[in-house]
C-alpha cells in the first residue's frame, strides 16, 4: 500500500481481490495519488492472514500466489470475502499465511473447509448483500483473534453520531500503485500493510470509505486486500471486525465498500462457526 491503483477494464467497480491483467491506462489530469499505507513491521496486527492458491501446482505456495486476505477470529476459523471464492479452488490448493512478510515463507497452514454466506451469488461483489466466507483452518493458531462485534453496533455509532468524523484501518497485503503520469502496479514486496480511511456511508449491508488522498488526507485498498478486516479507529474498537474488504471504484482511488459483520444476516452466518457478542 505506500503506493496506490490497479485497474480492470471490464468493469466500473472491481473486487479488490481480482488479477490486474490489464494494461495500465493514462490518469485522468489532476488525480490525486493516494497512499494506501505502510507496512505492519511491528506486527501490530498478528491475526490478519493472507490466503495463497497454489496456482501453478508446484505445492510452494509462494508469496506471489496470494490472492485475498482474511482475519482470525476463532484459533481456526478465519473471516474473508465470498467473492475470493468464486473460482471454486480445491481446498487442498488453498493456504492461509499469518507472516507479515510472505517472503519469509515460515508458515503455510493447511485449510480443512471453506464456507460461503449463503445470500452470496458467485461474480455479484454487490453491497446489498452479504459477501462473506470463513475458512477452516486443520488445526489451531497460537495468534489472537481479532473480536466480532455485537449485533447493529454500526447502527448504534451511527445513531450517537461518532461515525460522522470516524477513521478505519484498512488491513491487507493487496497490490500497490503509483500515479506517474500513468497507472503503475507495484507488489508491496509482499508485506502485510495498513492504511486509515475516513467514513463515508452506512448502509444495511455495507461500510463506506473514503480513499481519496487530496479530499482526505488518508489511504485506502486495492486488488488482494479483499476480505481484509476493517477496524474503527477508537478507544475499545481496535481489535473489532466491523466489516471485511468487499469492491470499489476501479482505480482504487476514490470508495471502497465493505461487508458488515455486524448485521443479523452476517451474524446468522458466523455463529454457525464461532461464538458471537
Not at 496486527?45 to 495463497?52: E, K, M
Amino acid at each position: 500500500m505506500n503506493r496506490v491503483v490497479p485497474l480492470l477494464l471490464a468493469a466500473l467497480t472491481v473486487g479488490a481481490c481480482a488479477d490486474p491483467a490489464a494494461p495500465a491506462l493514462l490518469a485522468p489530469e489532476g488525480i490525486a495519488l493516494i497512499v494506501n499505507g505502510s507496512p505492519d513491521a511491528a506486527n501490530a496486527w498478528p491475526a490478519v492472514g493472507a490466503l495463497l492458491r497454489d496456482r501453478n501446482g508446484d505445492g510452494t505456495f509462494a508469496a506471489d500466489e496470494r490472492f485475498c486476505t482474511g482475519a482470525l477470529i476463532s484459533p481456526t476459523v478465519v473471516l474473508t470475502a465470498a467473492h475470493c471464492f468464486d473460482s471454486g479452488p480445491e481446498t487442498a490448493s488453498l493456504r492461509v499465511s499469518f507472516d507479515p512478510d510472505l517472503r519469509t515463507n515460515t508458515q503455510r497452514l493447511v485449510v480443512k473447509r471453506y464456507a460461503l454466506h449463503p445470500d452470496y451469488q458467485a461474480g455479484n461483489e454487490s453491497r446489498d448483500t452479504p459477501d462473506l466466507a470463513v475458512v477452516v483452518l486443520s488445526r489451531r493458531v497460537a495468534i489472537t483473534p481479532m473480536m466480532l462485534p455485537a449485533s447493529g453496533v454500526l447502527d448504534v455509532l451511527q445513531k450517537d453520531g461518532a461515525l460522522t468524523d470516524a477513521s478505519f484501518f484498512n488491513l491487507g497485503y493487496g497490490l500497490d500503485a503509483t500515479l506517474t503520469g500513468r497507472t503503475v502496479y507495484y507488489n508491496n514486496f509482499y508485506l502485510r500493510m495498513t492504511s486509515r480511511s475516513p467514513f463515508m456511508a452506512l448502509i444495511p449491508s455495507s461500510l463506506g470509505l473514503l480513499q481519496n488522498q487530496r479530499v482526505t488526507g488518508g489511504g485506502g485498498t486495492c486488488y488482494g486486500d479483499s476480505g481484509g478486516p476493517k477496524v474503527l479507529d477508537r478507544d475499545g474498537y481496535r481489535n473489532l471486525v466491523v466489516a471485511v474488504m468487499v469492491t470499489g471504484d476501479m482505480r482504487c482511488r476514490a470508495t471502497s465498500w465493505n461487508s458488515r459483520v455486524d448485521t443479523e444476516e452476517a451474524r446468522s452466518f458466523l455463529r454457525q462457526f464461532v461464538a458471537l457478542p
